[in-house]
């Protein structure tokens, strides 16, 4: 199922395992609401596509949970990381909308993640990413003219050295 093209979006979920595990998912998920946290403020992309989903979703889990959007936006979504694997519930009743790059960030060795991205469940993208459009913006002033011309023989480009 795909709800948009475009969208670099990774659902994640801790949990939904305990409390549903001891009972079937269906009668867990009966009557009840699941917390979709969006980690970006109301407006943009992600949380209009996180909203969609939201509408959506509860008709594919079993026993039909309502599923209400909540916007914790902070730190890039790494403060919903954080908060999804340190105090949110872990019984399946909360999961998540993370953007691409944040699981990234703590194999990156960023000390502000203070998360194991191994410990969520990935429960699938919005998009397949084959067929999705890029776009790069280079400056003017750089020296890049094509897409090849990009790619430096020097691990960083040095912006001072630039053209004026």
Known sequence: ?????????VVFAL????????QGVE?????????LVIP??????YDLNSRLVSRHLGRFIPGNPNVV???VPGAGGM???QRLANTMERDGSVI??????????????????????????????????????????????????DRKSTRLNSSHTDIS???S
């Open 79 to 81: 403060l919903v990381a």
């Open 96 to 145: 998540a909308i993370l953007e691409r790059g944040t699981p990234q960030l703590a194999y990156e060795g960023d000390s502000n993640a203070k998360y194991d991205p191994l410990k969520f469940n990935w429960l699938g993208s919005l998009s397949s990413y084959s067929d999705d459009a890029y776009l790069v913006l280079v400056m003017a002033r750089h020296p890049a003219r």
């Open 27 to 35: 009668q867990f998920y009966k009557g009840r609401t699941v917390q």
């Open 1 to 9: 199922m795909r709800f948009s093209r475009g969208v670099s979006a």
């Open 161 to 163: 050295r630039m053209p």
């Open 15 to 22: 949990g939904l395992a305990g409390a549903a595990r001891a």
């Open 69 to 71: 959007p909540q916007n």
């Open 40 to 45: 970006t403020s109301p407006g943009g992309n």
